[in-house]
C-alpha cells in the first residue's frame, strides 16, 4: 500500500533563518505531489505542485520554492524565513489522473512551522 | 476558477443523533470529484467520503453519506448516529479532472463538528 511521510513534525526557527521540509511518498511511481499551507482554523492553500521530477508549479507568489529531485521526493524550502511563513505544512500526493485511486489526494502527517 | 463554500463555522451534534454538513461549490467543469476530509485535534487530514461527479448515486461509507446535487452543485455531508470521535474539523473539497489543472483541489474553510455526550 501506499504511504506517505514528512519531516520534521515540528520547528521552530528564527527569522531571516532557512528551511527544508521533507516529504517522500513510497509505494508508488510518477505520483502528482503537492505542498498545502494551512492557517489556524481556516483551509487548506495550495503552495506547489509538481506532476514530475524537475517539474514545479507555484501557485502564490511567496517567500518559499520547491523541489522533486527524485519521483517520490518533494522538499519545500525558504532561503530566509519571515514571521508570515508560520503554519501548518501539508505533503500530499495522488495518482496521475485517470488510475485507479480514483484521483484522491492523500496528505502526510503534517509539519507545524513557528518562526520566532 | 473553482470555489468551495461551506457555510457552516461550527456545529454541535448529540451523541448517538444525526449531523449535516452543508457544502456548496463553483465550476464550469462537467468532470470532476468531491472529497470530505477529517482533520482530528492531530491536525492528520483524513479521507471520509469520496463522490465521482458522473455517478448519480450518492456514495456512503457506513454511518457517512451524501446528498450530492450536481444541478444545485451541493455536496453536503450525514454523519449517522455520531459518537464522540467524530468530533474534528471537517473539510469540503473539489478536485478537477482536467489534464490542465493536475488534479489540483480546492478546499472549503472548513466546518468544526463538536460533538455533545
Known amino acids: 500500500s501506499q504511504t506517505i511521510h514528512q519531516w520534521p513534525a515540528t520547528l521552530v526557527q528564527p527569522v531571516g533563518s532557512p528551511l527544508s521540509l521533507e516529504c517522500t511518498v513510497e509505494?508508488?511511481?510518477?505520483?502528482?505531489l503537492y505542498w498545502y499551507r494551512q492557517a489556524a482554523g481556516r483551509g487548506l492553500q495550495l503552495l506547489f505542485y509538481?506532476?514530475?521530477?524537475?517539474?514545479i508549479s507555484s501557485e502564490v507568489p511567496q517567500n518559499l520554492s520547491a523541489s522533486r529531485p527524485q519521483d517520490r521526493q518533494f522538499i519545500l524550502s525558504s532561503k530566509k524565513l519571515l514571521l508570515s511563513d508560520s503554519g501548518f505544512y501539508l505533503c500530499?500526493?495522488?495518482?496521475?489522473?485517470?488510475?485507479?485511486?480514483?484521483?484522491?489526494?492523500?496528505f502526510g502527517e503534517g509539519s507545524w512551522l513557528t518562526v520566532v | 476558477a473553482q470555489t468551495v463554500t461551506q457555510s457552516q463555522p461550527e456545529m454541535s451534534v448529540q451523541e448517538a443523533e444525526t449531523v449535516t454538513l452543508s457544502c456548496t461549490y463553483d465550476?464550469?467543469?462537467?468532470?470532476?470529484?468531491l472529497f470530505w476530509y477529517k482533520q482530528p485535534p492531530s491536525r492528520q487530514m483524513i479521507l471520509v467520503i469520496r463522490?465521482?461527479?458522473?455517478?448519480?448515486q450518492n456514495a456512503t461509507e457506513n454511518r457517512f453519506s451524501v446528498n450530492f446535487q450536481k444541478a444545485a452543485k451541493s455536496f453536503s455531508l450525514k454523519i449517522s448516529d455520531s459518537q464522540l470521535g467524530d468530533a474534528a474539523m471537517y473539510f469540503c473539497?473539489?478536485?478537477?479532472?482536467?489534464?490542465?489543472?493536475?488534479?489540483?483541489?480546492?478546499f472549503g474553510d472548513g466546518t468544526t463538528l463538536t460533538v455533545k455526550p
Open positions: 500530499a500526493w495522488s495518482a496521475i489522473r485517470g488510475k485507479s485511486s480514483g484521483n484522491t489526494i492523500y
Open positions: 509505494g508508488t511511481s510518477n505520483p502528482n
Open positions: 509538481s506532476v514530475g521530477i524537475g517539474q
Open positions: 465550476t464550469s467543469e462537467s468532470d470532476y470529484y
Open positions: 463522490q465521482e461527479a458522473y455517478k448519480q
Open positions: 473539497a473539489y478536485r478537477s479532472d482536467s489534464y490542465t489543472n493536475a488534479g489540483k483541489s480546492t
